[in-house]
């Protein structure tokens, strides 16, 4: 079995380890060819054409990355690269997306895009969202103003 993850950075490599791990449990650790991609390498023509070629023949699509919102342009390059030469109905994409806060109806940019592209390839679509810690406000540091010169300064 052939299996394409690709991560945005190493929360996100961690959840994707996690389904790796579980693919080769089941189909045994032998069975399984794992290719790792980071996508901000994908912009490097040599990493986007060995990641469009390992996906185009891999089973299993893994897509992991804490931004919910929207992904640099090489990654939907990538997707449209491989999306079309699949034989339809062969395998399956998964999606490991970051969220931090409450989701309702709407999730975000790369859930829709990836949902979109399975359902465009026949592809199985399988997604679970990992819980990041809120993003701290801002907090103003109060501004310290230095003391007042004790006695006046003399220039020469």
Do not use: C
Not at 14 to 35: E, F, L, M, S
Not at 45 to 64: D, E, F, K, N
Request: aromatic share 8%; glycine share 8%.
């Amino acid at each position: 079995m052939n299996v394409t993850l690709v991560y945005q950075e190493a929360q996100s490599r961690q959840w994707a380890r996690h389904i790796y791990d579980r693919i080769a449990k089941q189909a045994g650790k032998a069975d399984v060819r794992a290719t790792w991609w980071k996508i901000s390498e994908l912009s490097e023509p040599g990493v986007l054409a060995g990641a469009v070629s390992t996906a185009m023949r891999s089973q299993v699509v893994v897509v992991a990355t804490i931004e919910p919102k929207g992904l640099p342009l090489p990654f939907y390059v990538w997707v449209n690269a491989w999306l079309p030469h699949r034989p339809a109905g062969t395998g399956t994409l998964v999606a490991l997306i970051g969220a931090t806060e409450a989701r309702n109806g709407n999730s975000g940019g790369v859930e829709e895009y990836l949902r979109a592209a399975a359902r465009q390839g026949s592809l199985e679509f399988l997604i679970r969202h990992h819980k990041l810690p809120a993003e701290k406000p801002i907090v103003p540091r109060k501004r310290v103003h230095p003391r007042p010169f004790a006695s006046r300064l003399v220039l020469n």
